[in-house]
């Protein structure tokens, strides 16, 4: 790391910067320039500083109930970071993968100052709302940084000394930020070594939970380091390589582009299970002393991914849903498809999983380390959605920020653009999208001159297109853009072995680690639910049960809540209806599909799910029927 600049230093390389546009390279650090760089490109004005407001606080508590398992694998880091932090009038913080402040503990009369600048739980601090500083640097830059004073892109935050060190998840990806912030007039010149130790430690819990269906590598070329956080760690599902740490990666001399493509065998060799250290020889001829941890459950996820990846689970609240062989094949075709920039439309129930197939999608394909854009197009309010789509030039509207800015289409250049519930976007702006997909170009508000962009599309929805189509809700230009290949996601409850999957969730939520365990008739009974939620639903009810649970206790019936004893099965209310095989209607009454239909309040799609069979096969029998009925 190269060495703290002093203030003399930095006062000239604001000065070249900011006043005369100059690179001003050599005078401080290069991570600070670029970061510098990429605030200037984001329209950011040093004249005009952020007004960032924090979440209500209602909504910090369920952001921080959503990041449970990260709040307590980074605890015991906490703790012992907090006494140092009230010797040296600073405060440690934790953030989620967006660097929005989760906690902050430490010097009391310090984050008084700190919230003065809004440095404080429930507050944004990525580079693109607050500038330049320690958080949203080290999320750009997937590298620990300090960022001292008038580093700092905004004047009122050069108040602040802060160090920080992104978190990383078995899978590489990015679970959060540790931080510790102190006054600038205070030299603490050991912060930013204690956040990267503290770090590694929590990278290194990590892997006490969800890999319990695995066969785990831990490794090291001295004997003495095995069991600490530098040993090397490498996760295989079956044979394939589905998680590990910095350090075993580095070992073997693989990036984290190897997870998923490179299988035990061909680092390992034939390693057998060993409890106790043994000697072992990597295929590139590495010597390490090392243990082989065998699987204790039974596999059925199909892709290791960890319960805090931000790409995957999202949170503890939502463990990976199941990729099923068919889903994995699907999932092998689209990434085919997207390195070919033929759009994929991901169709499923609410908590199958879209966002996670979409994300999945981006990893494995040549576009993985670029960004990812989700957008979600049933949460933005349609008097804005316009102006962060497309972005917008000074000026374009009252309100609008000077310099502009780029939009969400701008910012998926060169990467993954997803566009969630696109099935909820306005009619207006289909056409302006359509528009873009057609051109390859994006037309800011206020701006006459196209924009080109270049990145691939992925759509998801719940809802039928092709109802919404016929109903004059959804443009069929557009449907036949984004909708070359279609991929249904499976419903929860027509996946085979859901007591498995059960307690797959259950370990991944942490119910092993703290040794609390599900009765079998309680297994039973969530094993032959309907769970109309799917994945999410499941995993929230399980995250319910193990918070209310005791250490030590087998959870019966009891711990279930009433609600869920009195939820029938979805099918129950209808008739038996045998299965339909190839999903033709012959073997279906006309009785039968009236009461599906009236059921699912005339929805073709849920009654068509409800009844096994393909949602236009049934569609036709219903236009068919109205037909001769008239």
Same mark, same amino acid.
């Given at each position: ?16 910067? +900011?006043? /005369? ?7 401080? $650090? %290069? *991570? !600070? @320039? ?5 605030? #200037? ?111 700092? +892109?905004? /004047? ?7 160090? $920080? %060190? *992104? !978190? @990383? ?5 990015? #679970? ?455």
């Amino acid at each position: 790391m190269a060495p703290q600049a002093t203030t003399e230093t930095v006062r000239s390389a604001r000065q070249r910067f +900011f006043t /005369h546009g100059e690179v001003a390279e050599g005078l401080v $650090a %290069a *991570p !600070i @320039l670029r970061s510098w760089q990429r605030c #200037a490109q984001q329209g950011l004005d040093i004249a005009d500083p952020p007004r960032v407001e924090p979440i209500s606080a209602p909504a910090l508590r369920e952001l921080q109930q959503r990041h449970d398992l990260l709040r307590r694998m980074t605890r015991p880091e906490i703790e012992a970071l907090r006494a140092d932090a009230k010797l040296t009038d600073s405060v440690v913080i934790l953030t989620d993968a967006a660097g929005l402040v989760l906690d902050m503990a430490g010097n009391a009369d310090f984050a008084d100052r700190a919230s003065k600048v809004d440095l404080r739980p429930g507050v944004p601090w990525s580079e693109a709302a607050t500038g330049t500083n320690a958080i949203g640097t080290a999320l750009v830059e997937k590298r620990p940084i300090a960022v001292h004073g008038a580093e700092h +892109f905004f /004047h009122p935050h050069r108040i602040l000394a802060c160090a $920080a %060190a *992104p !978190i @990383l998840d078995p899978r590489g990806a990015l #679970a959060g930020v540790l931080d510790m912030s102190g006054h600038a007039g205070v030299r603490h010149l050991h912060a930013l070594g204690l956040v990267r130790l503290a770090v590694e430690q929590i990278e290194h819990r990590l892997f006490e939970h969800g890999f319990d269906h695995c066969t785990v590598f831990r490794f090291h070329r001295e004997r003495e380091l095995l069991g600490t956080a530098r040993e090397g760690i490498l996760v295989f599902e079956g044979e394939r390589l589905v998680a590990a740490n910095r350090y075993g990666l580095h070992l073997i001399q693989l990036d984290w582009s190897a997870l998923d493509q490179v299988t035990a065998t061909e680092v390992f060799g034939q390693a057998e299970p060993s409890q106790t250290p043994r000697q072992m020889r990597t295929q590139a001829g590495l010597e390490v002393i090392g243990r082989v941890i065998a699987p204790r459950t039974h596999s059925i996820t199909g892709g290791g991914k960890s319960s805090l990846s931000p790409q995957s689970a999202r949170s503890s609240k939502e463990p990976q849903p199941v990729l099923s062989a068919q889903t994995q094949a699907a999932l092998a075709r689209a990434v085919r498809l997207l390195e070919a920039n033929v759009p994929v439309l991901v169709q499923g129930e609410t908590g199958t999983g879209k966002d996670m197939f979409a994300r999945a999608l981006h990893g494995r394909s040549t576009r993985a380390g670029q960004p990812f854009i989700a957008i979600n197009c049933a949460s933005l309010p349609e008097s804005l959605i316009e102006a962060e789509l497309f972005g917008y030039e000074e000026g374009a509207f009252t309100g609008a920020r000077r310099q502009g800015q780029k939009g969400l289409l701008r910012q998926a250049d060169g990467g993954v653009l997803f566009l969630d519930e696109i099935g909820d976007m306005p009619l207006g702006l289909q056409a302006r999208l359509l528009r873009v997909l057609q051109d390859r170009a994006v037309s800011p508000l206020g701006s006459g001159r196209p924009v080109p962009v270049d990145f691939a599309l992925v759509c998801a929805t719940h809802r039928a297109l092709g109802d919404l189509v016929a109903a004059g809700q959804f443009r069929q230009d557009l449907y036949f853009r984004i909708a070359p290949y279609v991929i249904d996601l499976p419903a929860l409850r027509t996946l085979p072995d859901r007591r498995d999957l059960v307690r797959t969730i259950w370990s991944r939520l942490g119910g092993a680690g703290l040794n609390v365990a599900l009765s079998p008739g309680v297994e039973d009974l969530l094993a032959d639910h309907d769970w109309p939620g799917n994945f999410r639903q499941l995993s929230g009810l399980l995250r319910a049960m193990l918070a209310l649970a005791e250490p030590g206790q087998t959870l019966d019936a009891s711990a279930l809540p009433s609600e869920f004893l009195r939820e029938k099965p979805e099918a129950a209310a209808l008739p038996t209806v045998p299965p339909t095989g190839e999903g033709a209607l012959s073997d279906v009454t006309r009785e039968a599909m009236r009461a599906a239909l009236e059921a699912c309040g005339g929805n073709v799609s849920r009654a068509a799910r409800r009844l096994g069979i393909d949602r236009s096969t049934l569609y036709r029998r219903v236009l068919w029927d109205r037909r001769r009925q008239s």
